[in-house]
């Protein structure tokens, strides 16, 4: 490919603007293999592979000599090859071989990525050139790791030139752009504990706001810009709401900051764990936008949404704040989006587009062990009550209750091959990792206020709840969450349905098996640690709101039966097979000896 070189290398300042982008075209297009199609089968037998077939050498020659001619132009060197008319293609064929790590290695020098910054400083007004110019950087950053730390050294300054773009400008190009930047350079706090301890607490010259006020100003712009359909601004609030959850998630465990909840974490600090006044003023616009957002279609969980929610579970609710996540307010677009049996009526949903991903859950993984482990250890929660409507509970069970309802239509049982094909054709995800967030929000929720838990009990398990037909049949959100309780593929779906269950019933198994019926839970309750027998006939299982008997093992109206006549070898033989299957429950731990109703009936001498 060194004709490709050559071509561009042969120009001079007097070539003709036509020669030039020619030339710079050749680059951006440069060893693509065209798709060949199969005459019989109509089928591409070759994919495009744009500048894969680049040699090295001839790439970093051509990368240098760009980078040459880019700086020359903007020197308004009379001898360059480029003019400020050929600098957005020059910054994009320039882009084009960064695409290669062999090329984006080259950019990731301390100068480079200095000159690459002047560029975008010198030509901030040309939106293109600017914009091609912060691509070039961003790609760096994501191809080569250590670039991120060079970037942010002292002589380059690269993240403050982020941070000074996210404040003045509004344009949703440039905020993604700078948030894309910013997210790369604080994704480990290891190489920039020192950057993101300053985005916090300090204003560097240039700046007049810290890092969490010029957050909160974007996302309220962001909002109004994603209402208007503008484009680009989901992309932009999704990749500046990634930026801020790296500052929350590493923010609290750089500094010596107050544990505001105990979730079991000894030595080391979980998400949600710690935290500082310093991030207080992230909630309100979070919380802003995740009211006003409409869900997205088809999916209801797209991003930015989703990213929305993910950075609300990295907020805890502290004294200081639980007036702001638990106040009565009525921003555009709240209210009830679904209706159910056991919740009011609501308008019809409002669709809107979204088709990023971010597929990194494992800090949400350690935060729900934590939070699961330490809550044993725990008394039930307790706070003053809220005001009579949280728009922030409701929206957050909406959206849960709408959520399931998409992936888990009518009764579908959740292992259904067709429920993890629908979450990977529309977000190329699994249920794992498009709901559990949300789940665990309802259920910090629920957790932290007394007042909102018996509310949303109400709305799950209302005191009317018909129980003439399985709980687990039902075709509501209840009834989609006890099949989760049995699912194989969503393991940790599953988990955190329990633990949302579990907290309802103010953490007390006794209560949540009388609710829902033993065998719905058993399997969640030993998984916990939970060994207790199934409740017996005076174990408070609840009454239906006819006056009927509730079969304590399925939480379902006991339906009478006829008095089966047998023989005696009959009742011998059905005897004999309770007595194998309760001693198999035994020996694997489900049940203790002691709630082994043939062993009693052994010993007390029922049996002869």
């Known amino acids: 490919m060194s004709g490709i070189y050559d071509s561009y290398a042969s120009l001079n300042s007097k070539s003709s603007r036509t020669d030039v982008s020619d030339a710079l075209q050749s680059i951006v297009n440069g060893g693509v293999q065209r798709v060949s199609i199969n005459s019989v089968m109509h089928m591409p037998i070759c994919l495009t592979a744009p500048l894969s077939s680049v040699d090295e050498s001839t790439r970093r020659k051509l990368v240098d000599l760009l980078l040459h001619d880019l700086n020359a132009c903007k020197a308004d060197d009379a001898q360059a090859r480029l003019t400020t008319y050929d600098l957005a293609q020059g910054l994009l064929a320039l882009?084009?071989?960064?695409?290669?790590?062999?090329?984006?290695?080259?950019?990731?020098?301390?100068?480079?990525?200095?000159?690459?910054?002047?560029l975008f400083k010198t030509y901030k007004d040309n939106h293109e050139a600017g914009c091609e110019a912060l691509r070039c950087v961003a790609n760096t950053l994501l191809l080569v790791e250590t670039s991120r730390q060079t970037l942010l050294e002292k002589d380059v300054n690269g993240g403050e030139v982020a941070m000074q773009l996210l404040e003045k400008s509004t344009l949703p190009d440039h905020v993604f752009l700078a948030s894309r930047i910013l997210f790369l350079c604080t994704a480990s706090s290891f190489s920039a504990s020192a950057f993101i301890i300053s985005l916090v607490e300090n204003k560097p010259p240039g700046r007049h706001l810290n890092a969490i006020e010029i957050i909160g100003s974007r996302l309220d712009s962001l909002t109004g810009s994603i209402l208007g359909g503008m484009k680009m601004a989901r992309e932009a609030m999704t990749d500046l709401l990634k930026f801020t959850f790296n500052i929350l998630a590493h923010y609290p465990k750089l500094i010596d900051c107050e544990r505001v909840t105990d979730l079991g974490a000894g030595d080391g600090k979980v998400m949600g764990e710690y935290w500082s006044e310093r991030l207080d003023g992230i909630l309100p616009p979070l919380l802003r936008a995740f009211n006003t957002l409409p869900p997205s279609f088809p999916s209801p969980l797209a991003p930015p949404l989703s990213h929305i929610i993910h950075a609300l579970i990295a907020t805890p609710i502290t004294t200081a704040l639980q007036p702001q996540w638990f106040t009565s307010h009525s921003p555009a677009?709240?209210?009830r989006l679904s209706s159910s049996t056991s919740s009011p009526a609501s308008p019809v949903l409002s669709p809107s587009s979204g088709d990023s991903k971010d597929a990194k859950h494992g800090a949400f993984d350690r935060a729900f062990s934590r939070l699961t482990v330490g809550r044993r250890s725990q008394s039930r929660a307790s706070s003053p009550s809220p005001p009579a409507r949280s728009d922030n509970v409701q929206r957050a069970f909406d959206l849960l209750e709408v959520s399931l309802s998409h992936y888990l239509p009518g009764a579908s049982e959740p292992d259904d091959p067709s429920v993890r094909k629908l979450a990977k054709d529309e977000?190329?995800?699994?249920?794992?990792?498009?709901?559990?967030?949300?789940?665990?929000?309802?259920?910090?929720?629920?957790?932290?206020?007394?007042?909102?838990?018996?509310?949303?009990?109400?709305?799950?398990?209302?005191?009317?709840?018909?129980?003439?037909?399985?709980?687990?049949?039902?075709?509501?959100?209840?009834?989609?969450?006890?099949?989760?309780?049995?699912?194989?593929?969503h393991p940790r779906l599953k988990d955190v349905s329990g633990e949302m269950l579990f907290v309802l019933c103010n953490s007390d198994a006794t209560t949540l098996m009388a609710q829902v019926g033993y065998g719905n839970v058993a399997g969640y309750l030993f998984n916990k640690g939970i060994v207790t027998a199934p409740p017996g006939d005076a174990g408070g299982a609840p009454i239906s709101a006819d006056g009927a008997q509730i079969n304590p093992i399925t939480g379902a109206v006991q339906e009478p039966r006829e008095e089966v006549e047998m023989t005696e070898e009959e009742r011998e033989a059905e005897a004999e097979r309770l007595f194998v299957l309760f001693d198999r429950l035994e020996r694997s731990g489900a049940i203790p000896p002691s709630s082994n109703p043939i062993r009693r009936a052994v010993e007390e001498g029922r049996f002869g």
């Open 95 to 118: 882009k084009s071989l960064a695409k290669h790590p062999s090329g984006a290695r080259i950019l990731a020098s301390a100068q480079n990525l200095s000159d690459l910054l002047a």
């Open 333 to 335: 677009n709240s209210g």
């Open 427 to 489: 977000a190329d995800s699994t249920l794992d990792e498009l709901l559990c967030p949300l789940v665990m929000l309802v259920t910090k929720l629920v957790t932290a206020d007394t007042a909102t838990r018996d509310r949303v009990r109400e709305w799950i398990l209302p005191t009317n709840l018909d129980r003439t037909s399985p709980l687990e049949g039902r075709p509501d959100l209840l009834g989609r969450m006890l099949r989760l309780l049995t699912s194989v593929y």
